[in-house]
Nanobody
Framework: QVQLVESGGGLVQAGGSLRLSCAAS????????MAWYRQAPGKQRELVAR???????NYYDSVKGRFTISRDNAKNTVYLQMNSLKPEDTAVYFC???????????????WGQGTQVTVSS
């Protein structure tokens, strides 16, 4: 069974930084896309950043220039470095991964349990 476990959330003042990590474990043959989403109270979950297996990246407009997504394939881990944080970045952050469990299986989508990020003004 594949699991994604996030860490690194917390409370930070506006202008501060946090680094989120998400480690995948279990039966993993290959990980394709990995991404971070977030969901603020009363709002829909939105894509923050994503990274392909070839390290191609995309960012939500509001985080461009402030957030950086990266991955360590040897550790099956994706990171989100968040700088210049704003109160509007407050949300639960979820990681997502598209994972093949065996060489001949298709990929399945997995979600982490979420980690709270709170930015105070």
């Amino acid at each position: 069974q594949v699991q994604l476990v996030e860490s690194g959330g917390g409370l930070v003042q506006a202008g501060g930084s946090l680094r989120l990590s998400c480690a995948a474990s279990g039966s993993i043959f290959q990980i394709a896309r990995m991404a971070w989403y977030r969901q603020a109270p009363g709002k829909q979950r939105e894509l923050v950043a994503r990274i392909s297996s070839g390290d191609s990246v995309n960012y939500y407009d509001s985080v461009k220039g402030r957030f950086t997504i990266s991955r360590d394939n040897a550790k099956n881990t994706v990171y989100l470095q968040m700088n210049s944080l704003k109160p509007e970045d407050t949300a639960v952050y979820f990681c997502y991964a598209d994972i093949a469990e065996t060489w001949n299986s298709g990929t399945k989508l997995y979600w982490g349990q979420g980690t709270q990020v709170t930015v105070s003004s």
